[in-house]
């Protein structure tokens, strides 16, 4: 059964328990992983980035990065230039509704763009002000 594979990159432990808290609600998702930029430092992040990609070239992923032009995201960028990464996509910003679409579109259909596109829509979805009542 094909299943897209889903790696979440933040700084700090965002992206862990960004996984944690879809894995609450979806407690059968499956090839979704987090690696963190910590107190180890970018070198040991770099390491286990590269060593995933080495791992899952062959596979389609969808990349979430916390903050476009961040550390974890130059280091994906730099990581996929030395890796010959199958299919990919790079979605900068991540929240709890993308990553859930992301794990329903994957039941749906194997055009990874077509997936990145709803997920993109979900997120702007997801943040809303909601009205004050006066």
């Known amino acids: 059964m094909y299943k897209m594979k889903i790696l979440l990159l933040s ?3 965002f992206a862990r ?6 894995m609450f609600i979806v407690q ?6 987090a690696i963190c930029l910590d107190e180890e430092g970018i070198d040991k992040f770099s390491k286990k980035l590269n060593s995933y990609l080495n ?9 979430f990065c916390d903050l476009k032009h961040g550390s974890p995201y130059n ?11 199958k299919d990919y996509r790079i979605i ?4 709890l509704p993308m990553l ?3 794990i329903t579109m994957r039941e749906v259909t ?8 709803k997920v993109n829509e979900a997120g702007i979805e997801g943040v809303c002000l909601d009205e004050q009542e006066e």
């Open 28 to 33: 059968n998702a499956i090839e979704i992983e």
């Open 110 to 117: 194997k055009d990874l763009n077509e997936i990145a596109i």
């Open 11 to 13: 700084h700090g432990m």
């Open 92 to 95: 900068s910003g991540m929240n």
């Open 55 to 63: 791992k899952n070239k062959d596979s389609s992923i969808l990349f």
């Open 100 to 102: 859930l679409q992301a």
């Open 75 to 85: 280091q994906l960028l730099i990581n996929l230039l030395t890796n010959e990464v």
């Open 17 to 22: 328990e960004l996984v944690n808290s879809c």
